[in-house]
């Protein structure tokens, strides 16, 4: 063995690692990799004591890893990119980090118990805090597999999270028996693996032939895709176009048995105040062909403004210096019906750094807004709001784009009465990568996690219907100027994840808590033993 040996050792495992998650990742046909990816880092945090070079190790595979899934977000903000490339990264290799200190400080048991635990922690908080980024939430990695994960309406992603972090454990631990020789436990631990890989899959199969029975509805829903460059959307110029356009592909679709017509987000992209949306004269067409086919809603996207007066209500509200009022401006939806009031919902999680900025980073708000985000970010709501339109069958949730993948918050509209999930998004930002394509697969989890049918429409692809087993059925292709109309049922009832969202994420929180407070203990008994 040559001398350079030890230190290509941690580089090989660590970049085999990193390749082995990107290589399962959306759209990858070779989802199975994901069930020992992990394995490489294991076995090289098992060995190597050295909590420094195992760090770094760890850093080199989640960039690897990140880069190789997420590289598409240059397309919208070089800077931006990096940043969360950069920063996303580091997060990463905290969980996996303080696995390797316990593994070294309390034994193999507890070490891996430690990886599974402080890593759906990890993902826990990584979907609760403010630079939240959860899109490598190991549970989306099934997004083009949900024949796999009919469970999710069980457990959500967090169960996805579960399983792939239980089998490499398992496998980690056959290659360890195989190293030892030891053919009894070899037989033990890798028939133990095998099983726990197989049998959700199974469990999923039996639960599929009780879900997505073929449902007929007597309604249908039109999905446009006006197939608008977003780059572009926002000048003045075209907006008389865009609307004509919209309405225009509209027409073409609606029958008399049509309750829903559903435009992308931004979709009427001249942004005015939301008391003033009616009066606004480039809008017009838009209320003249709600009020020519008074028995549908219209659901779309708006940019919009609210007005405060001399208060700054919001920490996001802006000043007028013309006047001196504050003012907050939204990525929102509207819901129009002929002869009701307007309902609005605007977007409530919204993208760090392009969208908004944690309270602590506010004073950054002018270097953030170089990577494509605003000056003080969009004011948002508290909560997820639905939109229930008297003698219409649809109750609505308005999913806003990056909204889509947070399962625990999509049930909050299902809670709130929705029967049907329509996302409305504009995902031409990242141009045709796989970005649009994966955002697209996640939506899929929460049609299962919900039991939801999902009416999809996006400003340039793709637009989809989507059943209540994550199967696409319809679907507008990038770059696809068009509509689609289809019979979505709207579906009842609650399943157990909307009932009790993520119980996985919060025992794991719990029993690391549990873990770290036992680490701390230990540590102060030790120092008060030594004086």
């Known amino acids: 063995m040559t001398s ?34 992990w394995v490489p880092l294991l076995l090289l945090g098992a060995k ?68 599974i635990l402080f890593w759906l922690s990890f993902e826990y908080i990584h979907l609760s805090w403010q630079l939240s980024w959860p899109w490598l939430t190991l549970g989306n990695v ?52 095998a099983l726990v890989i197989a049998f959700p899959i199974i469990i999923s199969v039996i639960i599929h032939s009780n879900v997505g029975v073929a449902e007929t509805a007597t309604t249908n829903v039109v999905i446009v895709q006006p197939n608008v460059d977003p780059y572009e959307k926002f000048g003045s110029a075209t907006i008389e176009d865009q609307v004509n356009n919209l309405v225009l592909l509209s027409e073409a679709q609606v029958d008399t048995s049509t309750r829903l017509v559903l435009w992308p987000e931004t979709a009427l992209p001249a942004a005015v105040m939301q008391s003033e949306l009616q009066l606004t004269v480039v809008y017009q067409p838009v209320f003249d062909f709600v009020n020519r086919h008074t028995g549908i809603t219209l659901q779309t996207g708006v940019e919009t403004f609210k007005t405060y007066g001399t208060t700054k209500e919001t920490n996001t509200a802006r000043n007028n210096e013309r006047d001196g009022t504050y003012y907050d401006a939204f990525n929102a939806a509207v819901s129009i019906k002929a002869g009701q009031p307007l309902q609005f919902y605007n977007k409530s999680k919204l993208v760090p750094g392009v969208e908004t ?29 639905i939109f229930k339109i008297e003698g219409n069958p649809y109750v609505t949730a308005p999913i806003i784009c990056y909204e889509s993948i947070y399962g625990d918050y999509i049930t909050d509209y299902v809670r709130k009465g929705a ?39 996006a400003n340039t692809g793709i637009s989809a219907v989507i059943t209540d087993d ?3 059925v319809l679907t507008k292709q990038w770059a696809e100027k068009g509509a689609i109309k289809f019979p979505i049922p709207p579906k009842e009832g609650e399943t157990f994840y909307v009932k009790y969202g993520s119980l996985i994420f919060k025992v794991a929180l719990l029993l690391m808590g549990t873990l770290l407070s036992y680490h701390l203990l230990n540590s102060l008994k030790r120092r008060f033993n030594k004086r």
């Open 4 to 37: 350079t040996s030890p230190r290509l050792h941690p580089v090989l495992l660590s970049a085999l690692c990193g390749l082995l998650l990107f290589g399962a990742w959306p759209l990858s046909p070779f989802t199975f990799l994901i069930f020992f990816a």
């Open 48 to 115: 190597n004591k050295n909590k420094y070079v195992f760090f770094l190790s760890c850093l080199l595979a989640m960039l690897i890893w990140n880069i190789g899934s997420t590289w598409w977000i240059w397309n919208s903000t070089a800077a931006g990119a990096i940043g969360a490339i950069v920063a996303n990264s580091f997060l990463m290799c905290l969980p996996l980090w303080g696995f390797h200190n316990f593994y070294h400080k309390y034994g193999a048991k507890i070490g891996l118990a430690s990886f």
């Open 142 to 193: 099934f997004a083009s597999t949900p024949e796999w994960i009919q469970w999710y309406e069980y457990t959500g992603a967090s169960g996805g999270s579960l399983w792939v972090l239980l089998t490499n454990v398992l496998v980690f631990i056959a290659i360890k028996d195989w190293k030892r020789e030891n053919n009894k436990e070899i037989i033990t631990s890798s028939v133990t693996a």
């Open 357 to 385: 900025l944690p309270d602590w980073l506010l004073w950054l708000a002018a270097i953030f807004e170089q990577f494509g985000g605003t000056t003080g970010g969009y004011g948002k709501d508290k909560e997820a709001g």
């Open 419 to 457: 029967n049907l999930l329509t996302i409305i998004t504009n995902d031409g930002w990242w141009a045709n990568t796989p970005g649009h394509r994966q955002h697209l697969n996640y939506a899929r989890l929460r049609a299962i996690e919900t039991r939801r049918w999902i009416a999809r429409s």
């Open 470 to 472: 994550g199967r696409l």
